[in-house]
C-alpha cells in the first residue's frame, strides 16, 4: 500500500522546537521531491519547505526561512522537518507530499497549496501555544 505518514507534531511554547518525520511505505521516496504544506484554522494550505530528489536542493517560504530545515534519508526513506523558534502563527496541521520536482519548487516557492502532487499524507497537528 502507498502512503506517506507524518508524525512529529504536538504542542509547544513559542520559541520551542519540533521535528517532524514523513515516512512513505510502497514506495522509493528518493524518485520524488518531497514538500511539507500547513494548513491553519480557516486558511488556505500553502507550501513551507520542499527538497529535490536528486541534488538534495532546499526551498523555503519566506515565513519559515532561517527557522525550519528540510532533509532526507533515503536509506529510511524518510524526511524530516525541524522546527526551531516556533511562533504562534505556525500552528496548523502539517501535511508532506510527493510529486515531480519542478510542480514542487514552484509550489513552495509561490506559496501554492500544492494540487496536483502524486500522493499526500494526513497530517500531523502542531500546536504553538503558552
Known amino acids: 500500500q502507498v502512503q506517506l505518514v507524518e508524525s512529529g507534531g504536538g504542542l509547544v511554547q513559542p520559541g520551542g522546537s519540533l521535528r517532524l518525520s514523513c515516512a512513505a511505505s510502497?514506495?522509493?521516496?528518493?524518485?520524488?521531491?518531497i514538500g511539507w504544506f500547513r494548513q491553519a484554522p480557516g486558511k488556505e494550505r500553502e507550501g513551507v519547505s520542499c527538497i529535490s530528489s536528486n541534488d538534495r536542493s532546499t526551498y523555503y517560504a519566506d515565513s519559515v526561512k532561517g527557522r525550519f530545515t528540510i532533509s532526507r534519508d533515503n536509506a529510511k526513506n524518510t524526511v524530516y522537518l525541524q522546527m526551531n523558534s516556533l511562533k504562534p502563527e505556525d500552528t496548523a496541521v502539517y501535511y508532506c507530499?510527493?510529486?515531480?520536482?519542478?510542480?514542487?519548487?514552484?509550489?513552495?516557492?509561490?506559496?501554492?497549496?500544492?494540487?496536483?502532487?502524486?500522493?499526500w499524507g494526513k497530517g500531523t497537528l502542531v500546536t504553538v501555544s503558552s
Open positions: 510502497g514506495f522509493a521516496l528518493d524518485y520524488y521531491a
Open positions: 507530499a510527493a510529486g515531480p520536482q519542478g510542480m514542487m519548487v514552484a509550489t513552495i516557492l509561490q506559496g501554492r497549496a500544492g494540487f496536483g502532487m502524486d500522493y
